[in-house]
């Protein structure tokens, strides 16, 4: 069992940036690929940034690439998503995932949940 916690959320002003952060209980995270999801009230949870357990091949959905950077300190247990122009609709909670070696963009496939992490954009 791989527990994840998150955290780095908050408040901030569009335009601004967060830099979350994901610790796992697990120090055999390197043989996890790691995602950042979102979900907004009334929403469903959509993916945001994937990571391979190489650290070599990252993914991204439109809507956020170019703004996100995911990456990964495995000798920390830690992933974590840098988030730069934040808009007021990146407003969400923000959870950290893992599943076996390869990334996905689609939920069902991650084995492992955090909490997640409030993230708020104001206009």
């Known amino acids: 069992q791989v527990r994840l916690v998150e955290s780095g959320g908050g408040l901030v002003q569009a335009g601004g940036s967060l830099r979350l952060a994901c610790v796992a209980s697990d120090d055999t995270l390197r043989n996890y690929a790691m995602a950042w999801f979102r979900q907004a009230p009334g929403l469903e949870r959509e993916f945001v940034a994937a990571i391979r357990w190489s650290g070599v091949i990252t993914e991204y959905p439109d809507s956020v690439k170019g703004r996100c950077s995911i990456s990964r300190e495995d000798a920390e247990n830690t992933v974590y998503l840098q988030m730069n122009s934040l808009k007021p609709e990146d407003t969400a909670v923000y959870y950290c995932?893992?599943?076996?070696?390869?990334?996905?963009?689609?939920?069902?496939?991650?084995?492992?949940w955090g909490r997640g992490t409030q993230v708020t954009v104001s206009s």
């Open positions: 995932a893992a599943r076996l070696f390869i990334e996905s963009m689609s939920r069902h496939d991650y084995m492992y």
